[in-house]
Structure formats: structure tokens, C-alpha cells
């Protein structure tokens, strides 16, 4: 070998020490190692992420503002790490419940129990105080030469309206005003054009019959109240026709086996941490607030089947 040559394999090997102790070292904090793993999966003491979801119900702003506020109060109580993941629309919301994408979902009366038939062993975890009695409110735009009415059976005066619900899987903005409007003998084909609207979400159904783009329509009464109060809806335009009675509505609903991931007493724990929620501290006033409750109290899946029988009735249940 020629001194050349010696010179090259020993510049080689020293440039291979060099490199070793990078490639031996520990990646920092959430970096992806060759093969794509990542070294905060491999802390044997970290808990996986807790992830949160809700039913679309009304603007993408109040959610992600209401929900982040959810995740940060939990993560501090529970000591784990808590995402919001926001979700298309109420069926998006009860698939990724399923499938086990989300561990903790905001679901209305229907989506919830659409969740728990479709996980055994998930259940309602807790629930607001206004939800053990909620109630929906019809509403119309006064052009339409709708008048407010004083019981149920004046549910008739819609019949050759153009009417829209709101999603078409809400439990106050579909189910239970259809299963009301029914008993009252309004089918959904007696509606202008043989069929009603789907706005998609509370606020959104206040807009169009605001607007005149329909005569009237059926919404969750916490949002129309809440947006009376802060003056977004126009009441020369837009009025209440009747308040139905009241049915259970929105909880949590929570995946089985969260405390194997989490440790025993986890479920109960997070529990405990909606119920314990209270005005006398700021953030947890601020997530009273915008839910539109003075507190949180336990739920279970029996206070439901109302909701599944009407849900069996009307075809969204099956």
C-alpha cells in the first residue's frame, strides 16, 4: 500500500469515529428515529394522547375556543396529555368514536347513543345540569304569516312551509321536533317542495329563516337563547313559535377500557372532573359559561332510552 493510500483509510476510519457517537445519541424530544419511530413513544412513563372530540353544533370559532379551554382544564386536573380534534359533522363524530379515534366525545342525545350501540361497553359519563330537561324551539320568520302557538297540535299551520331541521342527526334539531311534529300529524312531505331543510348546524338554521330563505325552522333552545342574549339574532325577523317539552339531551360519552390505558380509576376520575367544575375559578367558569350551564352532573346511558326508542321510530336507529 502506498503511503497515499495508508493516508486515505486512516482519514476514512477517523471521519467513522466521528460519526458514531451522532448516530448512537439520544434524538431529542418528538424526533422520528430512521426506521420512524419516535423516541417520546418509547418513555415508558408517558400516557398517550387524550383525545377529544364534539359533534359540530355550532361555528368552528366557538368550538375550537370552548374545546381548547376543555383540553387544558383536563390535562392539568388528570395530568395527561388532552387534544381537541375537530370533527366534519355529527356522523364523522360518531365513526371516529367507534373506530377509537376519539376517547371522549361532546355527542347530542342521538349521536351518543348511536356511539354506545356501536362500542359496547362506552357510556354517558356526565351531562349539564340543563341537559336532564332540554327542550327545542320552532321558530319562523313573521312574513311567513306564522303565528306563535299554545300547544302542539298548532303544529299544523307548517304544513306547506319550507321548514328546515338542522342536522340530520341532532337530537334537537331533527329527532325530537320530528317525533313531536309526527304526533302532531306533520309528516315530512308535508312540507313546501315534499321535503324539509338540513341546515347542517344551530347557528346556521337561525341565519336562513332570519333570512326568509325559509318560513321556519326547530333549534336547540340553549344556542337560541344564548344568541338572543348577546344580540345576534334579529327578533323583528324572527320569532319563537313553541317550545317543545323537555327530553334528555347532550352528554359525554366515553370509550371502555380508558382506565387500562390511564391506570385504575381513571374514568371516574375524569368524571369527577366535569362535575367538580365550578364558577369560583376563572377557566372553569369560562367553560360553564359557554356551555350555557351552571354545572355538570353524572350521566348514564338509561336516561337515554327515550332517545333510542324515538331514534328506532323515526328510522335513525336501527
Keep these: 500500500m ?19 457517537p451522532t448516530a448512537c445519541s439520544p434524538r431529542p ?31 368552528p370559532e366557538k368550538l375550537n375556543r370552548l374545546y ?3 383540553a387544558e382544564e383536563l390535562s392539568e386536573q388528570l395530568k395527561v396529555p388532552v387534544r381537541f380534534v375537530p370533527v366534519t359533522d355529527y356522523t364523522a363524530a360518531v365513526s371516529a368514536f367507534r373506530t377509537g379515534d376519539l376517547d371522549l366525545v361532546w355527542f347530542g342525545g342521538l349521536t351518543g347513543v348511536q356511539a354506545w350501540l356501536q362500542k359496547p361497553g362506552a357510556r354517558a359519563l356526565a351531562q349539564r345540569d340543563i341537559d336532564r330537561s332540554f327542550h327545542s324551539v320552532f321558530i319562523a320568520n313573521p312574513k311567513s304569516g ?49 321535503n324539509p331543510g338540513f341546515s347542517g348546524s344551530h347557528d346556521a338554521l337561525i341565519a336562513l329563516v332570519e333570512s326568509g330563505t325559509y318560513d321556519a325552522g326547530v333549534v ?18 324572527v320569532v319563537e313559535l313553541w317550545r317543545t317539552p323537555g327530553y334528555a339531551n347532550y352528554t359525554w360519552v366515553v370509550q371502555p377500557g380508558l ?13 369527577q372532573a366535569f362535575t367538580g367544575l365550578t364558577s369560583s375559578d376563572p377557566r372553569q367558569a369560562q367553560i360553564l359559561e359557554l356551555f350555557g350551564a351552571d354545572s355538570f352532573v353524572p350521566a348514564s346511558n338509561k336516561q337515554y332510552e327515550a332517545i333510542e326508542a324515538v331514534g328506532r321510530q323515526v328510522g335513525k336507529i336501527r
Design 220 to 237: 336547540n333552545e340553549q344556542v337560541w337563547r344564548s344568541r338572543i342574549e348577546e344580540g345576534k339574532v334579529d327578533t323583528t325577523k
Design 2 to 20: 502506498t503511503p497515499r493510500e495508508r493516508w486515505a483509510v486512516a482519514l476514512a476510519g477517523l471521519l467513522l469515529i466521528g460519526l458514531l
Design 146 to 194: 306564522l303565528k306563535p302557538i299554545s300547544d302542539q297540535d298548532g303544529l299544523r299551520q307548517l304544513k306547506g312551509k319550507r321548514f328546515t331541521f338542522g342536522s340530520e342527526s341532532s337530537t334537537s334539531g331533527r329527532l325530537m321536533p320530528q317525533y313531536y311534529l309526527n304526533q302532531a300529524g306533520v309528516q315530512l312531505r308535508d312540507f313546501a317542495g315534499g
Design 68 to 70: 381548547g379551554l376543555v
Design 29 to 59: 424530544d418528538g424526533a422520528s428515529a430512521p426506521d420512524g419511530s419516535s423516541s417520546e413513544a418509547a418513555r415508558p412513563n408517558e400516557k398517550r394522547v387524550l383525545r377529544l372530540g364534539a359533534i359540530p353544533d355550532q361555528n
Design 259 to 271: 382506565d387500562k390505558d390511564y391506570g385504575q380509576g381513571f374514568t371516574q376520575r375524569l368524571e
